[in-house]
């Protein structure tokens, strides 16, 4: 998508390396799972760690297969790996860089998808980052994505910060749902402008959700029509009030909070 041939820093096996995001999409979909590492045990679905090897190129992917994915009574069965794909799409058409590199392949336990993992301090999360301006900012960043993709489970430890000190966004199995789900720890920016830099980016978006156009097209591999049409529609809802929405009624807020 649009910010694929920006560079990315990745933790090799003895260096950090920088290679652009589609050199990593392009080891993540063809590379040999060369070894598992087991199973992350923080996970509800099945979850593991891998090592992926491409020509030259090694890195540590984190590997959701279809099978392993806990049966919920308002996804559709087997859908949560695709979710995770579309929100990369949408992350790298917005050029926001919140989801990291994911792809949707076979790997030992058949298809699932496998996402670049991002070395992080486990114990340093949304609720214990320092706050600061710019800080405020990704996270404005963050209250708009996941509007967009009405993420059900923003928990705060899906923030997680890389060496350089970059925050991305982990664990988007839940959604792009048709219905309202929206429940997330970020709900501090109810009710305040979006800011005009972000609005500028979702028109960028909304147009590139037109029926055959680009996201449109690449989003149907992995969501259903109806889906795919609703993205569009938060969007343009959000473009059209140019304010972060106050809680609605239901559970708002994930469950266990980290």
């Given at each position: 998508m649009?910010?694929t041939?920006?560079?990315?820093?990745?933790d090799?096996?003895?260096?950090?390396r920088?290679?652009?995001v589609n050199r990593v999409?392009?080891?993540?979909?063809?590379?040999?799972?060369?070894e598992q590492?087991?199973i992350?045990g923080?996970?509800?679905?099945?979850t593991s760690l891998v090592?992926?090897?491409?020509?030259?190129?090694?890195?540590?992917?984190?590997y959701?297969?279809?099978r392993?994915?806990?049966?919920?009574?308002?996804?559709?069965e087997g859908?949560?790996?695709?979710?995770?794909?579309a929100?990369?799409?949408v992350?790298?058409?917005?050029?926001w860089?919140?989801?990291?590199?994911t792809?949707l392949?076979k790997?030992p336990?058949?298809?699932?998808?496998v996402?670049?993992f991002i070395?992080?301090?486990p114990?340093e999360h949304?609720f214990?980052?320092?706050s600061t301006?710019?800080?405020?900012?990704?996270?404005?960043?963050f209250a708009?994505?996941?509007i967009?993709?009405?993420?059900?489970?923003?928990?705060?430890?899906?923030?997680i910060r890389?060496?350089e000190g970059?925050?991305?966004g982990i664990?988007?199995g839940?959604?792009?749902?048709?219905a309202?789900?929206?429940?997330t720890v970020?709900?501090?920016?109810?009710?305040e402008?979006?800011?005009?830099?972000?609005?500028?980016?979702?028109e960028k978006?909304?147009?590139?959700?037109?029926?055959g156009?680009?996201?449109?097209r690449a989003?149907?591999t992995?969501l259903?029509a109806?889906?795919v049409r609703a993205v569009?529609?938060r969007?343009?809802r959000l473009?059209?009030?140019?304010?972060?929405?106050?809680?609605?009624?239901?559970?708002?807020?994930?469950?266990?909070?980290?």
């Open positions: 649009d910010s041939d920006q560079p990315l820093s990745i090799g096996a003895e260096e950090v920088h290679v652009t999409l392009e080891a993540l979909r063809c590379g040999a799972i060369a590492h087991g992350l923080w996970s509800s679905n099945y090592t992926l090897v491409d020509g030259d190129l090694e890195l540590l992917a984190v959701k297969p279809q392993g994915e806990r049966p919920l009574w308002d996804f559709p859908t949560l790996c695709r979710r995770e794909v929100a990369f799409l992350s790298a058409t917005l050029d860089d919140i989801v990291p590199p792809v392949r790997g336990k058949g298809l699932g998808s996402q670049l070395h992080h301090n114990e949304f214990n980052f320092t301006p710019e800080l405020a900012e990704r996270m404005k960043q708009a994505f996941d967009v993709t009405n993420n059900a489970d923003r928990k705060g430890g899906h923030f890389d060496a970059h925050i991305w664990d988007q839940l959604t792009f749902n048709v309202p789900k929206l429940r970020l709900w501090d920016f109810a009710g402008p979006v800011p005009d830099a972000i609005l500028s980016d979702l978006l909304c147009a590139s959700l037109e029926p156009a680009r996201l449109d989003l149907r992995a259903d109806r889906e569009q529609k969007v343009k473009l059209q009030d140019k304010t972060y929405p106050h809680p609605g009624p239901g559970p708002n807020y994930p469950w266990p909070p980290i």
